[in-house]
Nanobody, 122 residues
C-alpha cells in the first residue's frame, strides 16, 4: 500500500483545512488509518485514528472537538478535517496505516505517506 497525503497549506488562526490521504493497493479497506504530525524540533505525535470499519474514531486531547477523521473506502481515501486551527497545530502531517487496531505509537505503523505541511499563522 502506498499513501499520498495532500491538502496542507498556510491558513490563519481560526481557519480550516482538510487533509486527504489517498491509498493505492488492494488492502486499504482493511487498514486502520491514522494521522500523525511533527512540529519543528519535536517528536512525531499521534493526532487521530479510525478503524477500517469507520465506526469509531479517536483523537489526541489537543484536537478533540476541532479535528475530524473520516474515510471513504470506495475511494481509498482517509481525511482529516481541521477546524479552529491554532498556531500550535503547525506541523508536517502524515497519514499512516496499520493492519490491526489498538495502538497510537508511530513505530507500530506499517505504511506512511510522505507528509503535508500545515502552517497556521497568528
Amino acid at each position: 500500500v502506498q499513501l499520498q497525503a495532500s491538502g496542507g497549506g498556510l491558513v490563519q488562526a481560526g481557519g480550516s483545512l482538510r487533509l486527504s490521504c489517498a491509498a493505492s493497493g488492494l488492502t486499504f479497506s482493511s487498514l486502520n488509518m491514522a494521522w500523525f504530525r511533527q512540529a519543528p524540533g519535536k517528536e512525531r505525535e499521534f493526532v487521530a485514528r479510525m478503524p477500517w470499519t469507520g465506526r469509531t474514531d479517536d483523537y489526541t486531547d489537543s484536537v478533540k472537538g476541532r479535528f475530524t477523521i473520516s474515510r471513504d473506502n470506495a475511494k481509498n481515501t482517509v481525511y482529516l478535517q481541521m477546524n479552529s486551527l491554532k498556531p500550535e497545530d503547525t506541523a508536517v502531517y502524515y497519514c499512516a496505516g496499520i493492519p490491526y487496531w489498538g495502538t497510537t505509537r508511530q513505530y507500530d505503523y506499517t505504511y506512511w505517506g510522505q507528509g503535508t505541511q500545515v502552517t497556521v499563522s497568528s
